[in-house]
């Protein structure tokens, strides 16, 4: 099926630690999205790509950095994990303008 | 600062009732979404409205969008477990990424 693979699907890391997420889209659209999700919060984007090459900063980048490796990957990285990093990380890709997101199914991250 | 406002928080209903929900801005957006969120799941798409005053029905769902483009509902009939989950709606401004509400977390009582 079509869609958006997100992995791991669950990670503990201590405070300190480097880790990459990893996000694949088989529906050949240009834009992707990272979001991060806490309770109260709602969806808060971290890192965006318009297309393939491009990356800009959403609302809370700070403490990530992301790779748009092909039109396919969009992976997002954590440096030096830190516990206020604890959350539910969810990648989503849109196929244009007024198009809907679809989403991963998530990483649940925990930073101890 | 956030952008859209959704309410109630939380809802608790028992099957077979009526219920709205709301998601309310300042902003004007040029379209707003709805998505429904399951636990240990990603936000699924519900429908897209683009006109002022737009009215889209996806079975017991009524989905409307406010006249001035600041404010939407959403209305379900009748009521079934299955339509248990966090309710999230979601603005755009022209090509803009989407801007997230808090959500509506419904549960509903066999």
């Known amino acids: 099926n079509a869609g958006v693979t997100q992995t791991p699907k669950f990670q503990v890391l201590k405070t300190g630690q480097s880790m990459t997420l990893q996000c694949a889209q088989d529906m050949n659209h240009n834009s992707m999205y990272w979001y991060r999700q806490d309770p109260g919060m709602g969806l808060r984007l971290i890192y965006y790509?318009?297309?393939?090459?491009?990356?800009d900063k959403g609302e809370v980048p700070n403490g990530y950095n992301v790779s748009r490796l092909n039109k396919r990957e969009f992976s997002l990285r954590l440096e030096s994990a830190a516990p206020s990093q604890t959350s539910v990380y969810f990648c989503?890709?849109?196929?244009?303008?007024?198009?809907?997101?679809?989403f991963g199914s998530g990483t649940r991250l925990t930073v101890v | 600062t956030q952008l859209l406002e959704q309410s109630p928080q939380f809802l608790s209903i028992q099957e077979g009732e009526n219920l709205t929900v709301y998601c309310n801005s300042s902003s004007v957006f040029s379209s707003l979404q709805w998505y429904r969120q399951e636990p240990g799941e990603g936000p699924v798409l519900l429908v897209t409205?683009?006109?002022?005053?737009e009215v889209k029905k996806l079975k017991r769902l009524t989905f409307q969008f406010g006249d001035a483009r600041k404010d939407s509902s959403l209305h379900i009939t009748a009521a079934q477990p299955g339509d248990t989950g966090l309710y999230l709606c979601?603005?755009?401004?022209?090509?803009?990424?989407?801007?997230f509400g808090t959500g509506t977390r419904l549960t509903i009582i066999p």
């Open positions: 979601a603005g755009a401004k022209g090509n803009e990424k989407l801007t």
């Open positions: 989503a890709t849109r196929p244009g303008q007024g198009g809907g997101y679809t």
């Open positions: 409205v683009v006109t002022g005053g």
């Open positions: 790509s318009a297309s393939e090459g491009t990356t």
